[in-house]
């Protein structure tokens, strides 16, 4: 029997790979293998789920098994891989099956952060990560009127406007000066937290948590600054860390992520990385944008036409209904300057590079109507 092309993981990344092999080969064999029940679903949606109405239920677009039937594939749920052989293109699964493959992809995706906080209840401090984590926290919600966010990046941003729409009064900590500090330059980072604090989001910046203690039935934390805050629940989205355990166990090279070349390649022949585990070409890029351009190219090269992945410029969409804002981040190592403008009622921000050309762009509010136009004047990232 012909060894199949093996996914670890069943997100965005795992099953957007095999639905591009299904478009390029009907009948090489495919086997996927998944820590959870597999269900197809946008990860993405996570955090803009509350104000949807939905649930962790409602969220699954598709079972594994229907999955497994539109891919003509094996997919192996709650199935834990504790080992990769790359001499012997195998792998070893915690029940002691083996299962060998032609080609291994890792799509592992990445671990939440966890912060060094002290106090009896750090171990009840929440992140939402996966569809199972969303599940919990959403049953936790019931009843909550104060949730304590730590930290402003993205995510933190995002569900701090998604419980809005619940009634939920959240306050964001975050140690950098303002928030979505990585993509926005100070004068648009204060534009957006005064778009959000409008709409009832609190924002404590330079501020972090040291200690979570339980109070009753909430939650006391204790501050950098040596104040207090309660709170009925604590969510922390501090970042992601790329899952590389595996693979640094399996002697493949690391770094950030796995590291891979352009074709998506990792130091071990037949072995190939995407998604959040993934550092590409030195590129760590946590977005759905970079994750489908891989998915496609890994798919032809999978396929028998090797094919290195382009990054275009590729905006995030951050999910605030309150204050709309689309981000292209310049690319990192980049000199330049940050250029503003205030179109009523929003804030153009553009990044221009030392010969003066465009190299990134945060448009807030009404600005960001000038998206597309100024998306086609960007370099690409790879």
């Given amino acids: 029997m012909t060894a199949p092309i093996l996914i670890l993981g069943t997100g965005l990344a795992g099953y957007n790979l095999a639905r591009e092999i299904r ?91 966890r912060l060094p906080l002290d106090g009896d209840a750090a171990t009840e401090v929440l992140s939402v990560n996966d569809l199972d ?21 993205l995510i933190g941003c995002e569900f701090a406007n998604d419980m809005l729409a619940r009634g939920i009064g959240p306050s964001v900590f975050d140690p950098a000066p303002w928030p979505l500090g990585r993509l926005l330059p100070g004068e648009a980072g204060a ?78 022949a037949g072995v190939f990385a995407i998604g959040d585990c993934a550092e590409v070409a030195g590129l760590s890029l946590p977005f759905v944008m970079p994750i489908m351009q891989q998915v496609r190219a890994l798919a032809k090269t999978l396929a028998g036409t090797p094919t290195a992945v382009s990054y275009p410029a590729m905006p995030v969409l951050v999910k605030t209904p ?18 503003l403008t205030h179109p009523d009622g929003g804030l153009e921000a553009l990044f221009l590079a030392a010969d003066g050309s465009p190299a990134g762009f945060a448009l807030l509010g009404s600005a960001t109507r000038r998206k597309q136009a100024l998306a086609a004047s960007l370099p690409a990232w790879l």
């Fill in 133 to 153: 984590d969303f599940a919990r926290f959403s049953a936790r919600l019931e009843g909550a009127r104060r949730v304590a966010i730590l930290g402003g990046g």
């Fill in 23 to 113: 478009k390029l080969d009907k009948s090489v064999p495919l086997a996927l293998v998944s820590r959870d029940d597999a269900p197809f679903y946008s990860k993405p949606m996570l955090s803009n789920a509350l104000a949807g109405g939905k649930s962790a239920a409602t969220l699954v677009m598709k079972t594994a098994e229907q999955m497994a039937e539109e891919l003509d594939a094996r997919i192996l749920a709650r199935r834990q891989v504790v080992a990769i052989e790359t001499a012997a293109r195998r792998v070893t699964l915690d029940d002691g099956e083996v299962l060998p493959y032609r080609d291994l992809v890792l799509a592992l995706g990445a671990d939440p952060i």
């Fill in 191 to 268: 534009f957006f937290r005064a778009g959000l604090e409008a709409a009832g989001v609190v924002f404590r910046m330079g501020i972090s948590a040291v200690g979570v203690d339980r109070q009753g039935a909430t939650y006391r934390l204790r501050l950098s600054d040596g104040s207090v805050a309660e709170a009925d629940l604590v969510l922390s989205a501090v970042g992601l860390r790329p899952r590389i355990g595996l693979a640094e166990a399996a002697g493949i090279k690391v770094g950030r992520g796995i590291v891979t070349d352009r074709q998506l390649a990792s130091s071990a």
């Fill in 322 to 339: 309150a204050l709309p804002t689309v981000v292209a981040p310049p690319p990192a190592g980049v000199a330049g300057e940050w250029v």
